[in-house]
């Protein structure tokens, strides 16, 4: 192998980093702006200045014409080197500084001249225009040179042509001035491109600081890794700008809020409306990993504020973890329940073993009658009251819960719900987030108590949930139905304050309502209306001769045995 290093090339081009190129640009427009404005100003200079001559010319060729001795000698006296229109001429000349005064009659033929020996002659240029009464300014070749020329008629008292007076300014003298004005006017480009100069500096490196010395490859890297990042990532991104408008969202962010692109350049409650999703992405509710309820999502989301003002917050869908979360309580619950019967149903064949062994047996056959009597009559009372078999299965089960708790569950003998409704599975979250709270407001408090009552009218339900707890106060009244709001401390597993903001949203989604009050003799009192939340009865066909088609009844549900019936309020009274 070679020992010779490697030769390196010479690489020529533009640098990489934005601030140098950023400032070569700025200056290279600074220069070319300068240069061409000194181009511009230029050009209409020399033709300003060649104006200003033959004008000039021409003025001291009127004032010589205006002089009444110079006609009066032209027609007196012969063309001489020592005539008097000679001698006039030359005065006018050196006191005018002009190149030449050349006095001429009709001929064409001069009278005076700087040079003496061209009087007399013919002169070099068409005189035509003069002698015919026009005045003449140009800029023409003549015996002495390149000159600015103005010529003017020669007339006498009755207003009569007898000749013509050609004045010369030197075109050198022209050129001199113009000459003479491109320093000064350097001077000021030169003074202009250097505070050009000066301000792309200081803007560069602004823009140094800004971009932090990335180079343009880097950012344009950048950006296609953040667009990848933003689009790819299962989490919600909602990035704001200064004023407090949304500025970018990604797919994830717009699937979780439900909205779409029309929402960049708008503020949060113009996107999403007034709310707590929209408080928390404004900045006006604080705090890590803020619970919120939009549609039946459940979002965590987090907000951090940007060094330019803005900020950028993160949403994480936490719906399943929730489900899963109360999933978990209500088996929970559901063990201590069936721990609860199974200690109960031990104690019930210990009693009904003793009763067989001391020969009772009327009295064991009652037992044994009265256990499953109980039993048959709380699964009675529910599914006579609730035709849906989902929602009287969860009140079976609450009622277990319920009975391990020390709370008694009890239907309102008013309560008439038929097997139509639209969406079961949004009823039964209601129905089951409410008894959830009703219980935990009254498990431990004396002759506890909780009522439902399920009421329907046309196509509407009306739901009510009573308990015998504290109540909620007046001022809190609102704030229950707030995402992440609770007064109870929360389980290792999951949030508190999410199942009546989710009960309110479910309800408003179907157009109802969900308020809460104070229960007659204390307690709370919520009231869900759902004003279509049943479809409309079938209609009945005329009976035929052979069998109705159609579905068969369906056997009521069994539930557990607990310690504690569910009853309805009139049995309750009457108890």
Partial sequence: MSSTPPVRRLRLGLPRRVFSQVLLMQLAIAAGVAVLATGLFLAPLGDQLDDQAMRRALAIAQTTAQQPQVVRDLRTTRPTADGPVQQEAERVRRATRAEYVVVMDRAGVRWSHPDPERIGEVVSTDPGEA??????????????????????????????????????????????????????????????????????????????????????????????????????????????????????????????????????????????????????????????????????????????????????????????????????????????????????????????LGLLELEMYDDAVEFVGEVVGDHRVTAEQITERIRDPLLAALLVGKATVAAERGVTLWVSDRTRLPDRLV??????????????????????????????????????????????????????????FTAGWSTKEAPAHRERGIGLPLVRRLAERQGGSATVGKAYGGGAEFVVALPEALAEPAPEREPGPGPRPGRAPEPAPTAPVTPTPVTTAAEEESR
Wanted: aromatic fraction near 2%.
């Fill in 131 to 352: 002698l015919a009464g026009r005045e003449v300014m140009e800029i023409d070749n003549g015996t002495l040179g390149r000159s600015a020329r103005g010529k003017v008629p020669l007339r006498d008292s009755e207003g009569r042509i007898v000749g013509a007076v050609s004045v010369g300014i030197a075109y050198d003298s022209v050129r001199a001035r113009l000459i003479h004005a491109i320093p000064g006017l350097f001077a000021y480009a030169g003074g202009a491109l250097a505070v050009g100069a000066l301000a792309s500096w200081i803007i560069s490196r602004r823009v140094q600081r800004q971009t932090r010395d990335l180079a343009f490859s880097d950012i344009a890297g950048l950006l296609a890794e953040r667009e990848a990042m933003l689009h790819g990532i299962r989490e919600g991104v909602v990035a704001l700008d200064r004023g407090g408008r949304v500025r970018l969202l990604n797919d994830e962010a717009q699937r979780l809020l439900g909205i779409g692109g029309e929402a960049v350049g708008r503020f949060p409650d113009e996107a999403l409306g007034a709310g707590r999703t929209a408080d928390v992405l404004a900045g006006r509710v604080t705090g890590t990993d803020l619970l919120t309820v939009r549609g039946q999502r459940v979002l965590v989301a987090n907000r951090m504020p940007t060094d330019d003002g803005g900020a950028v917050a993160t949403l994480r869908d936490r719906t399943e973890l929730e489900q899963l979360g109360r999933e978990l309580d209500s088996t929970r619950g559901l063990i201590d329940a069936l721990r609860a019967q199974d200690h109960e149903h031990a104690n019930r064949m210990h009693t009904l």
């Fill in 423 to 480: 969406d079961p599975g949004g009823l039964v979250t209601i129905v089951g987030n409410l008894v959830d709270n009703a219980l935990d407001a009254t498990a431990g408090t004396p002759h506890a108590r909780v009522e439902v009552e399920l009421r329907a009218e046309g196509r509407a339900v009306t739901l009510t949930v009573r308990d015998t707890g504290p109540g909620v106060p007046a001022d809190h009244r609102e704030l229950v």
